[in-house]
């Protein structure tokens, strides 16, 4: 079976701190993790995706197949930041994705 | 903004009624998806469709209903037998990539 973990609900940062938000994931095959973010009043939409290993936003986030981890990053967080994020796994038939429970994240002034 | 559209944005219903929910899109995707967004526990698959006149039951499907009868249309009934039927519903599409696109939601509220 697989799943995902995301395991903080909140996560509160100020303004050029930081932030790293965790994601977990456990899967047999060969997986492909992504990041949708959902800002306040807009709909979910994809934020970056492991096999591209692109930075959106100065968000990177690195597989870690050894820790089965796909924690995403930013250097220096900004309010417009604000947003939940869910990490998502693929990698089965169909295409089906598989979302951790979400976190939202509060960049402070 | 087109893309993939939901209707209505927001819908009540008494308890014991049947209600559809809308979702199309112009992408020319062949895969839909429907989910349900519940505070603190992410998004969870209800139904899925490949291809037009083919659905598969996702994670939750119990009390849910779809078809397939057009590739732009996949529209999601919400029966009486759904327990708990008050939600944030999203749906979504896909080409050939993994990359998911979704609709902007419907609130359905059941009193």
Not at chain 1, 18 to 41: A, H, I, M, T
Not at chain 1, 49 to 54: G, L, P, Q
Not at chain 2, 40 to 54: A, E, F, M, P, T
Request: charged share 20%; net charge positive; proline share 5%.
């Amino acid at each position: 079976a697989q799943r995902v973990t995301q395991p903080e609900k909140l996560l509160s940062v100020f303004k050029g701190a930081p932030v790293e938000l965790k994601c977990n994931y456990s899967y047999s095959g060969s997986p492909e993790l992504f990041w949708y973010v959902q800002y306040s009043r807009q709909r979910l939409q994809l934020l970056l995706r492991h096999i591209s290993r692109e930075s959106i936003k100065g968000f990177t986030a690195d597989l870690n197949k050894g820790e089965t981890s796909f924690h995403l990053k930013k250097p220096f967080a900004q309010e417009e930041d604000s947003a939940m994020y869910y990490c998502a796994l693929g990698g089965t038939s169909y295409g089906k994705l598989t979302f951790g429970q979400g976190t939202i994240l509060t960049v402070h002034p | 903004d087109g893309g993939i559209t939901q209707s209505p944005k927001y819908l009540f219903r008494k308890e014991g009624q049947n209600v559809t929910l809308s979702c199309e899109q112009n992408l020319n995707h062949d895969a839909m998806y429907w989910y349900r967004q519940d505070p603190g526990q992410g998004l969870r698959l209800i139904y899925y469709s490949q291809i037009v006149n083919d659905f598969q039951k996702g994670d939750i499907a119990e009390g849910y209903s779809v078809s397939r009868e057009k590739k732009e249309s996949f529209p999601l009934t919400v029966t009486s037998a759904q327990k708990n039927p008050t939600a944030f519903y999203l749906c979504a599409s896909r080409g050939d990539s993994y990359e998911q696109y979704f609709g902007p939601g419907t609130r359905l509220t059941v009193t």
